[in-house]
Structure formats: structure tokens, C-alpha cells
């Protein structure tokens, strides 16, 4: 017995080389032609074709498919579906189309089939080669259409010899279809929560890496200021040093003696203390004229006399400094 019309069919469109030749690679045919003639065996209502198929992007490929009828339920009318094998089946899933009409449409926002007709099914969604495979796509689809029908269809058309069977086999078939619909309804409900929660979840681990931040700028300012509150405090200690050494002089300053708490080391440091002294108080006095002759207390002329003066008098404890410190005797 030779081989049957759809395997010389397949044979003849695989191994063409002329202008109608296949888009498939040559070290693919072999397993699309096994893959190809198992689905026609198990399911005879549906036979091979080649068409052009144009894809998403504009592109147009030869392609093997295999289309026709699929009964999926004896309470339900057949299926007119199209399988178009992709260009690198078998490791891309094949497209799956069914055949709408004006009279026949799909059921709108069904779980496994888009408004285009094309099927969406989770066994090509989760496709592997070597374990997926033609006749389990078409398996699946019989099982899944059985008991969620993609079109609308009349159901008086349906014949049954027992009409409390029909009610019931109807009853049991809308039943699965609504739980499909709340299992689709669910999932796409728990998808959604775990975006939102993923969502979330970025944001608190940006939150706790600006808290680390913050902590970790908080901690090295508190090193800081535990340094400069040691340094504070080894000058306190020599600061209470310095009193308890000169504390008979502290004692004799508020009693209104004349001996002084800080007394210079010799008379060119005291010279230099009593410059010091002499020019920081001419520059209190001028600040003190500026803001006389600003309120009006005194007249511009007096201003000018007593400023003339107080220059004058102050050059001459600055020269002084210089000379005996040099120029650098603002720095003491």
C-alpha cells in the first residue's frame, strides 16, 4: 500500500526547489513531515495546504498548514480552524486561526482566543521542542473548546434523544465555560497584585537604601562631633589646669588689686599687648562714631576731627606692631 494523497502532498511541497519552494530549512523537514502526517492520522477531518502567510512586521513566507473542521464536542457544532506551521517550527510554536463569520462570531474577550481569531492557548504559550508537539496542540484544543466554546451558536440547532440530557450536557458546558472565565479572571486578578507588590517592593528598597544613606551620614557626624567634644574637653581640662596654677591671681583680680590674670613675659611682649590692646579699641571707637554720626548725634565736622585723630593715633600703635612683631602681627 503506497503512501496516502496528504503525504505525497507533503512530500512534494517540502522538497520543492522551484519557485514555489517552502520557507523551512532543509534540516527541518524531516521532523515537520513526522510532526505534519501523526496530526493528519490522528485527526483525517483536516488536510495539508501551502499558502503565503504574512506576518506582523510585513513579511511573507511559504508555509505548510493544515485546516479544516474540528470537532471538539457532539453538542457543538465543528470548528473551521487553520494551523500554519511557522518558518522554524519546530522550535517556534505554529499559529492556530479560527474561522469567524458575521453569523458565526467569537465570543467576545474569551480566555483562550483574541479578537482576531487567533488562539492563544497556554500549550503554545509554554511550547518546547521535543515535548510539544501537533497532536497534543490539537488534543488540547479539543479539551479546551469542549468546554469553552470560542463561538456563539444557536442552541436550538442542537439535536439530542433525550432533552433532559440535552439540559443537562448544556447546564455542564456553561458551567465549565464560567469557570474557566473566573480561573482567567483570577489569574490576570493575581498577575496584577504581583506587579503592584513588585512595584511596591522597589520602592522600599529605594526608601531603605536613602535611610542607610541618611544613617550612615548621621553616624559619621556623630564621630565628628564625638571628636570635636573630646578636643573641647582636653582644652577644659587645660584651661582648669591653668586656674588651679594662677588661682591666688584670679582671687586678688576680683578682690580689685591690681595684679593682672595674664601677665606678658617680658616688657617687648607687653608692649606689644598694650599696642594690641590700644588699636582693637580705636576700631570700637570708630564703629561707635559711624553709628553716632549715622543716628545724627553728632555732627559731620566733629565726626571728621575726631576720626582724623583716632587714625592718626592708631598708625602709630600699628608701626609699632610692625616693628616689633612684623607684618605678620595680625595673625597673634
Not at 33 to 54: A, V, Y
Not at 109 to 122: E, I
Not at 265 to 293: F, P
Not at 304 to 311: I, T
Request: one cysteine or more.
Amino acid at each position: 500500500m503506497g503512501p496516502s494523497p496528504s503525504t505525497r502532498f507533503i512530500d512534494a511541497a517540502l522538497f520543492n526547489s522551484g519557485p514555489l519552494a517552502l520557507s523551512y530549512r532543509h534540516e527541518l523537514k524531516w521532523i515537520i513531515r513526522e510532526h505534519l502526517i501523526n496530526l493528519l492520522n490522528d485527526f483525517p477531518s483536516l488536510t495539508p495546504s501551502t499558502d503565503t502567510f504574512t506576518h506582523d512586521d510585513g513579511t511573507s513566507v511559504r508555509l505548510l498548514n493544515a485546516g479544516g473542521e474540528l470537532h471538539v464536542s457532539p453538542t457543538k457544532p465543528p470548528i473551521s480552524l487553520t494551523i500554519w506551521l511557522h518558518q522554524c517550527y519546530p522550535c517556534i510554536p505554529p499559529l492556530v486561526f479560527l474561522s469567524s463569520t458575521s453569523n458565526n462570531p467569537v465570543v467576545p474577550h474569551h480566555p483562550f482566543v483574541d479578537a482576531s481569531g487567533a488562539a492563544t492557548l497556554p500549550y503554545l504559550h509554554n511550547w518546547v521542542y521535543p515535548r510539544s508537539n501537533l497532536v497534543d496542540l490539537v488534543r488540547n484544543l479539543v479539551r479546551i473548546f469542549s468546554q469553552h466554546f470560542p463561538f456563539f451558536f444557536p442552541s436550538c440547532n442542537l439535536v439530542f434523544s433525550n432533552p433532559f440530557l440535552a439540559s443537562r450536557r448544556e447546564a455542564l458546558d456553561r458551567l465549565v465555560g464560567l469557570l474557566h472565565c473566573d480561573v482567567v479572571a483570577l489569574q490576570a486578578q493575581a498577575e496584577q497584585d504581583i506587579e503592584d507588590l513588585t512595584t511596591q517592593q522597589g520602592m522600599l528598597m529605594e526608601r531603605a537604601t536613602m535611610v542607610a544613606t541618611i544613617v550612615e551620614g548621621l553616624e559619621i557626624e556623630r564621630l565628628s562631633l564625638k571628636r570635636k567634644a573630646l578636643k573641647m574637653a582636653e582644652g577644659a581640662d587645660v584651661i582648669q589646669n591653668w586656674l588651679r596654677v594662677n588661682d591666688q591671681n584670679s582671687i586678688a583680680a576680683f578682690s580689685g588689686e591690681s595684679l593682672e590674670a595674664f601677665e606678658a613675659a617680658d616688657d617687648e611682649s607687653k608692649q606689644v599687648l598694650e599696642c594690641m590692646a590700644a588699636n582693637h579699641a580705636i576700631d570700637d571707637v570708630v564703629y561707635a562714631l559711624d553709628r553716632a554720626l549715622e543716628e545724627g548725634v553728632i555732627p559731620f565736622g566733629v565726626y571728621l576731627k575726631q576720626v582724623r585723630a583716632l587714625a592718626k593715633e592708631q598708625f602709630i600703635h600699628r608701626a609699632l606692631l610692625v616693628k616689633l612683631r612684623g607684618s605678620n602681627w595680625l595673625n597673634l
